[in-house]
């Protein structure tokens, strides 16, 4: 449901204590993706091959158990440890058992029992498109099994061959490859106290030969660290853990040390520390580039000093505070990009820049976090303002570049429809502003350097 009908219905119901019944974040699919790939990875106690089904978005993992379940007592009792072991981090799964990739996409998420037979389920458990299943439905085909008697040329022609594909990966007649996620290599180094020790000193002391362990088996294996987790046991108290991120992968022990330092100078230790373990949780290759003759580093955006410099900023800011944009397939502006982390974040791909269908100068500099509504008078009903009002000082419009329509899909709750003109006034400042369409008012938007 729309975020604002939950909020109602939320406040309508809330608690005696006066706490809210439900929490909100904002959505981050490549966050919901690195969450997904560690539990993949953390699955390799059940199967030696998971990966990720090809969900959008994202939300299923695939496990292949072939010839594996007898080592854990039958089919039955190994969805049981399944099911425990992510019950133990607090999470609800649904479970599906089949011969198939297909089969048991479609028990996990249309069958209460992983043993019904596959023909018996909606049609809606065969992955298709939305347009597929609403005209497969209006054709009273409702089950898989009512498919089987129909004839393939007639169901490819009419539906494409997705149909009959996803028919026959279910069944079994074609096969379906999983993308395995393979399982990090073990990058751990332990310290294990003969004493529980308070001095802050000898903790330091202690981790700074742990990086250096760690960086030389990392280096034997020509890799560089993307992220590190620490774990400091105690004695008498939960554990502490905490994590250090990378901009590049890197084995230089004297950088990762500083970035640690600056994490143990905030640290606050209750109790004695028993244990230290040290893992590179993300690692990747190092990268090797020859040096040119004349090489400014300096202004090189993959310059060794570039990425220290963001590896700093982000142990001490945090990883949120140091971002990128990165474009977004949306007509409305202020949804057309979002802010990605720099440090743990996806690599900025150059096509995105490629599928601009405007120039970079149609577009300010400044880019207002909400449109600004302004008081404005045009030449014509539907031509541009002629001056308007901003920040208590009128503004003449000399020249004027536009309309250019912007409109959202017809799949949006409320439609956005603009018209965009970029001004200039007689005082030499350059603004982007638009007419919203449905209410015929005038919003300032952006402003060019």
Request: proline share 2%; charged share 30%; net charge positive.
């Given at each position: 449901m729309p975020l604002s009908e939950a909020t109602a219905l939320e406040q309508r119901g809330r608690r005696t204590d006066g706490r809210p019944r439900f929490h909100t974040e904002s959505y981050d699919p490549f966050e919901d993706r690195k969450s997904l790939e560690a539990l993949a990875a953390s699955c390799h106690c059940f199967s030696p091959l998971v990966g990720l089904a090809d969900d959008d978005p994202v939300e299923t993992l695939l496990l292949d158990v072939t010839g594996i379940a007898t080592l854990f007592g039958g089919e039955q009792a190994m969805n049981q440890q399944i099911e425990k072991f992510f019950r133990q981090q607090h999470l609800t799964v649904r479970i599906g058992l089949g011969n198939t990739v297909g089969a048991a996409w479609a028990r996990a998420h249309y069958s209460s029992e992983y043993r019904n037979d596959i023909v018996e389920l909606p049609i809606e458990a065969l992955r298709l498109p939305p347009a597929s299943i609403e005209t497969l439905n209006r054709l009273g085909l409702e089950h898989i099994g009512d498919l089987l008697p129909l004839p393939r040329d007639e169901l490819k022609a009419r539906f494409g061959a997705t149909l009959l594909q996803r028919l026959d990966q279910a069944l079994g007649k074609q096969p379906e490859i999983i993308a395995s996620i393979h399982s990090p290599d073990d990058f751990f180094v332990e310290w294990l106290f003969e004493h529980p020790v308070t001095q802050q000193s000898v903790i330091q002391h202690v981790i700074r030969q742990l990086i250096e362990r760690l960086c030389f088996l990392l280096l034997k294996q020509g890799k560089g660290s993307l992220q590190l987790h620490y774990r400091l046991t105690c004695q008498d108290n939960e554990p502490v853990m905490f994590e250090v991120g990378c901009y590049r992968p890197t084995a230089d022990a004297d950088h990762l040390w500083k970035l640690t330092e600056s994490h143990l100078d905030r640290l606050v230790l209750r109790d004695p520390v028993?244990?230290?373990?040290?893992?590179?949780?993300?690692?990747?290759?190092?990268?090797?580039?020859?040096?040119?003759?004349?090489?400014?580093?300096?202004?090189?955006?993959?310059?060794?000093?570039?990425?220290?410099?963001?590896?700093?900023?982000?142990?001490?800011?945090?990883?949120?505070?140091?971002v990128r944009s990165v474009l977004q397939s949306d007509a409305q502006p202020e949804k057309a990009f979002r802010y990605e982390p720099l440090v743990g974040g996806n690599k900025p791909s150059k096509r995105s820049i490629e599928r601009l269908s405007f120039s970079i100068l149609d577009r300010p500099l400044y880019l207002m976090d909400q449109p600004a509504a302004l008081r404005s008078y045009a030449v014509t009903p539907n031509g541009p303002p002629s001056r308007f009002e901003y920040n208590d000082e009128q503004h003449i419009v000399s020249r004027y570049w536009g309309p250019e329509r912007i409109e959202t899909g017809w799949w949006r709750q409320r439609g956005v429809q603009r018209d965009y003109y970029r001004v200039e006034t007689s005082q030499g400042f350059r603004f982007w502003m638009f007419r919203c369409l449905h209410e015929g008012s005038w919003y300032l938007h952006g402003m060019f350097g």
């Open positions: 028993t244990g230290i373990w040290v893992c590179a949780t993300r690692h990747d290759r190092l990268s090797q580039r020859q040096k040119e003759l004349f090489d400014d580093d300096h202004i090189r955006q993959n310059s060794p000093l570039v990425a220290s410099l963001i590896d700093r900023l982000t142990s001490r800011l945090g990883r949120h505070a140091i």
